[in-house]
């Protein structure tokens, strides 16, 4: 069975997903953009786990093209997923570690075994990756790596531009 790949015009932190991917900083405590969004829709749950990961497994911070899940707190998903982007670099190629953000969430989800999973453009907003570049890098990614446990994942974009861009690269 293959996965089914959708895109949605709206706020992530609405989307009833088994998992939701959070396009995190690397200190897992919460920022700007959806970030920040997902944190204060979450609750202070989310927090608690993220500051609970910083103590252990990842004191330094979660490292860029890696991904770690939490609850979900008070949105309506059971799993938070966070991935570090990477910043865009006109002078160093930085895909291979986009595409692992996209990689390694979906490996996640299916460990929790998440059927549905939501997708922020990761990288796109304030980190400056080119946004049809990025929605290639996302679709191509999604389609070579989503396990077969997950059957649906959902490209969730903000505005009118990026709905353009994924939709170029889903069709």
């Known amino acids: 069975m293959s996965t089914q790949l959708d895109l949605v015009q709206g706020d992530i932190t609405q989307q009833d997903v088994d998992a939701m991917v959070n396009a995190a900083n690397s200190s897992l405590l919460g920022g700007g953009g959806v970030d920040g969004a997902i944190h204060r829709r ?19 911070g ?23 982007g990477p910043r865009w670099s006109a002078t160093e190629d930085r895909t291979e570690l986009l595409a692992s953000c996209y990689r390694e969430s979906l490996r996640i989800a299916a460990e929790l075994g998440a059927r549905t999973v939501a ?45 353009e861009a994924f939709a170029r690269h889903l069709s």
Do not use: M, N, Q
Request: net charge positive; charged share 20%.
């Open 62 to 84: 979660l490292r860029t093209g890696h991904a770690v899940a939490t609850t979900a707190g008070l949105l309506p998903a059971r799993h938070v997923i966070h991935t570090v």
């Open 119 to 163: 997708f922020p453009a990761i990288s796109t907003g304030i980190y400056g990756w080119p946004l049809d570049d990025g929605a290639r890098i996302a679709v191509g990614t999604v389609r070579a790596a989503a396990p077969s446990v997950v059957e649906e994942v959902r490209f969730v974009v903000f505005d009118d531009r990026a709905h």
């Open 42 to 60: 979450g609750g202070p749950e989310i927090l608690a786990e993220c500051r609970k990961l910083r103590a252990s497994h990842h004191g330094k």
